[in-house]
């Protein structure tokens, strides 16, 4: 699987789900799927060499775990309050997408902060995003897995609140998200992303189970409301 146009795929994907996401292309689908987006550092929010990982903010080590209330927490003392609501709801989404998506490993290094260069930071849009070609055994549905940052399903359903995203919002952003996602394989085949039947087989099975398990968390919120 070219891991190039799978980026160039899942990054349109997250940004049709209302994520911030970068604006990623390929500067030559056909040929060579060389992937180019904009440095974080050149961001209008930020300035040029101002960007810090969320894990040295929260001074943590590659096998430390963490946990939502930590980043949230972390997010109260770095982001002012005045975006600290858009940042949190931001923070959800994405992590939200990472899951459906099977984004593998520590999710953690995925979330970056940019200076709004008033002292403070601001979260920067989501970057390397990635759907993973997976055997279907492989597939995680509801539980952690290894050290770092990986919330189940339900967690990110139980906290939705201190996120600031009440159920029936929860409902509506999740019910975008399978929308987006349902769309893969009519993206995958356009001219930007440009994968071949081979490369698109190979993502049947891990969108088929983002789908699915996306359904599944938008029947639980809608329970919940």
Known sequence: LSLNRAEALTMRMARMAGIDALDVRLLDPIRTPILVATRLGHLPCGFEGEVLSARRLLCVKPNDAVDLPALLDLMRVHVHADHFADDARQLWLRLVFMRLIHHPGDYLPKFDFVSDGEGRMRLAPACGLRVQAVPVSDLIDDREAGPGLRPPASALLTFADAFGVEMAQAYEYLRRQVTALSQWKS???????????????????????????????????????
């Not at 001219?191 to 029947?219: H, K, Y």
Request: aromatic share 10%; hydrophobic share 45%.
């Open 187 to 225: 993206l995958a085949s356009q001219i930007f992303v440009n994968m071949s039947t081979w490369d698109i087989g190979r993502l049947e099975a891990p969108m088929s189970n983002a789908w699915l398990m996306g359904t599944r968390m938008q029947q639980s919120a809608y329970r919940l409301t």
